[in-house]
């Protein structure tokens, strides 16, 4: 049975309260009395009147199904027993309905919160389903099959909420105690999961954004992003101001487009660089709003099953902001909201991954303690992805079964499972990467002895002898997740499996060697989405390990390091200008003069006719005076005078 069933049931809505067992009662007259008239049942669901002719109490509404079988079942010897239901329907009562006249409660009694009759009312609505399932069939003993599971990408809307996550740290009333007043007075034209809309923001309307369904195959749906051609226009006026390297530009674009997307990222990308938190992060809350009114009516944020072709621009806005929504979310300390919009980003597109998520919700699950979904995500992916050639898997997912064989609520067999697992996967871990372990260590402000940092296995030549990809990747884990080893127990814990990884490696281990060989052929170089990833990490270490060619390029925080192979749906109109097209003389003096202008940058603003060559040589002439009049040349060879005070008339 659906859990959407299940909720009808137990009569349960969604986001509200389960309700008692003795909620919702209904009392069925006998068919003798049917034409009596009788004050009204309350709550408790007693009819008051004769011991012998009472109806039949019924907590759940769709009992009235059955209910021709239960009165036959009710009449014993010609007299009908106390109000109770059989076992196999009841939701009040465990026992079965006896013969005669048992003692009953008062009704006060029965509607009491937190009685035991209704925490037995919800375990019998449990037993009965579960007979029906094992009438039918449909259950089958052992665990559930894998199918039944949720999907390893399935995201929760109540986790998209860091609100949620706040009202479990420090309470519902300090969280939204300012809050009611305002959400009261709200006039927004939907309801979004992704963010919460504000008073302060300008009134929505539709900013020409869209979303389309380009087709569906294999059970996925692939969607796109499209612009209008009132939206092209607002793209190409931002990619004007882009250019010109001025925020006020695209402040002025957003004062008459105050709902478009890049303009949003690229304006909270200059807040953020000016320390300005709170603004960077409520423009990235907009542009996510802007985006969600767009979606269409079959895009599921949830389901894991909606694609996102990145090689679109018009989609990549939205990976962007997500990415930057869950920077700032991590860093307002909410990792479980974090987590989870790291999921949404990774299953939008999993199999080529573009923001490269991969490198990052191994840290993340470990920040919100989320101990079994890091493993699951582990054992589920490691055959077709080969996640343990990662360095940040090689090292969370040990560490994840180690922290989990320190919760005490585990059954003994468990906790040493957990920790033979997490050795077995650390001496894994560090002998596949073994240049990862001193960093590490000073990371941790911690000095390894004279065995260890002495030996050629983890010497500083295992840091050096790394392919440059694979520098790049234990940069950005270290510089990332070096915290979280911090706590004694993990230390210790790491210098036994150390020591262990040393004796292997003085006995021969043939494994050894075969990491070596492994290391030298799969990180030869990284791919284009690492790049991006290190790019919008912004991690000192990671960044500085990125080769010349990627840091030569011009990289714009609304676009970082495009596909090569980009779907264009239109292109930018190309703007004439004499100045960039070879005017050598001009652009030398535009550089040193920012307010030289030729006559033929007047035709944008149109001014009829060619460029006027005397009027242009002219200005020419007049910003190379102003230059020279500007230059002052000192004499080195004239001695100075012996009196530097000098006196006399001034010249």
Not at 128 to 144: K, N, V
Not at 431 to 448: A, D, I, K, N, Q
Not at 500 to 525: F, H, I, M, S, T
Request: charged share 25%.
């Amino acid at each position: 049975m659906s859990r959407r069933a299940l909720r009808r049931l137990r009569g349960e809505q969604r986001g509200q309260e389960p309700l008692g067992p003795d909620a919702l009662q209904f009392v069925l007259p006998d068919d003798d009395d049917a034409e009596e008239e009788a004050p009204k049942p309350g709550l408790g669901g007693r009819r008051p009147g004769g011991a012998g002719k009472e109806g039949v109490r019924v907590n759940n509404r769709f009992e009235l199904i059955n209910i021709e079988d239960l009165e036959d079942d009710l009449v014993v010897n010609g007299e009908r027993s106390d109000c109770t239901l059989p076992d196999s329907v009841s939701s009040g009562n465990k026992g079965k309905a006896k013969h005669g006249n048992p003692e009953t409660k008062q009704d006060g009694d029965a509607t009491k919160a937190g009685s035991p009759e209704q925490e037995n009312g919800l375990e019998d609505i449990d037993r009965i389903l579960e007979r029906i399932e094992d009438s039918s069939g449909s259950s089958h003993p052992g665990p559930p099959p894998l199918s039944s599971r949720k999907h390893v990408l399935y995201v929760e809307h109540r986790h998209l909420n860091p609100d949620t996550e706040l009202k479990r740290y420090f309470g519902a009333r300090a969280v939204l105690g300012e809050q009611r007043p305002r959400q009261r007075q709200r006039v927004y034209p939907k309801c979004t999961w992704l963010t919460t809309p504000k008073s302060t923001w300008p009134r929505y309307s539709k900013p020409g954004l869209s979303m389309r369904l380009l087709e569906s195959k294999k059970g996925l749906s692939f969607f796109a992003f499209e612009h209008n051609e009132e939206y092209q226009q607002a793209q190409h006026k931002f990619l004007v101001a882009v250019e010109s390297m001025e925020p006020n530009n695209i402040v002025v674009l957003l004062q008459t487009s105050p709902y478009h997307v890049d303009s949003l990222l690229q304006l909270s990308d200059a807040c953020r660089f000016q320390e300005d938190q709170e603004m960077a992060r409520d423009l990235i809350e907009r542009a996510l709003y802007s985006m969600e009114c767009a979606f269409h009516p079959l895009f599921s944020l949830t389901s894991g099953t909606c694609r996102l072709d990145y090689r679109r621009p018009e989609n990549r806005s939205f990976y962007l902001a997500l990415y930057k929504q869950m920077s700032f979310l991590e860093k307002r300390g909410c990792p479980r909201t974090a987590l989870e919009y790291c999921k949404l980003i990774l299953s939008l597109e999993p199999d080529e991954d573009p923001l490269c998520m991969l490198l990052l919700i191994d840290h993340l699950a470990l920040r919100a303690r989320n101990y079994e979904y890091l493993i699951r995500l582990f054992q589920e992916w490691e055959a077709h992805r080969n996640l343990s050639q990662l360095p940040n898997f090689a090292f969370s997912v040990p560490l994840a079964y180690f922290l989990l064989s320190q919760q005490t609520d585990l059954p003994e067999h468990e906790v040493s499972s957990a920790r033979q697992q997490a050795s077995l996967l650390m001496q894994q871990a560090l002998t596949m990467f073994p240049g990862v372990l001193l960093p590490l260590l000073e990371y941790c402000s911690v000095r390894p002895d004279a065995t260890v940092s002495n030996h050629r296995f983890f010497g500083p030549d295992a840091e050096i002898s790394q392919p440059p990809a694979l520098s790049q990747l234990v940069s950005l884990y270290l510089g990332r997740s070096h915290f979280l080893w911090k706590e004694p127990a993990i230390m210790s814990w790491l210098e036994e499996t150390v020591h262990e990884v040393l004796q292997a490696v003085d006995a021969g281990d043939p494994a050894v060697e075969a990491c070596e060989n492994r290391r030298k052929v799969l990180y030869q170089r990284a791919p284009r989405n690492i790049h991006r990833h290190v790019i919008l990490s912004e991690i000192k270490e990671a960044v500085a390990a990125l080769p010349s060619d990627v840091t030569t390029q011009s990289v714009m925080g609304f676009d970082p390091l495009p596909p090569v192979d980009t779907i264009y749906s239109y292109v930018r109109p190309e703007r004439l200008s004499p100045v960039s097209h070879g005017n050598t003389i001009a652009l030398f003096f535009r550089s040193l003069l920012p307010n030289y202008t030729t006559e033929g940058e007047r035709l944008e603003e149109g001014v009829a006719g060619g460029p006027n060559r005397n009027q242009g040589l002219n200005r020419l002439m007049l910003a190379v005076r102003d230059m020279m009049a500007n230059f002052h040349f000192n004499d080195l060879e004239v001695p100075r005078e012996d009196n530097p005070e000098g006196e006399g008339d001034w010249d």
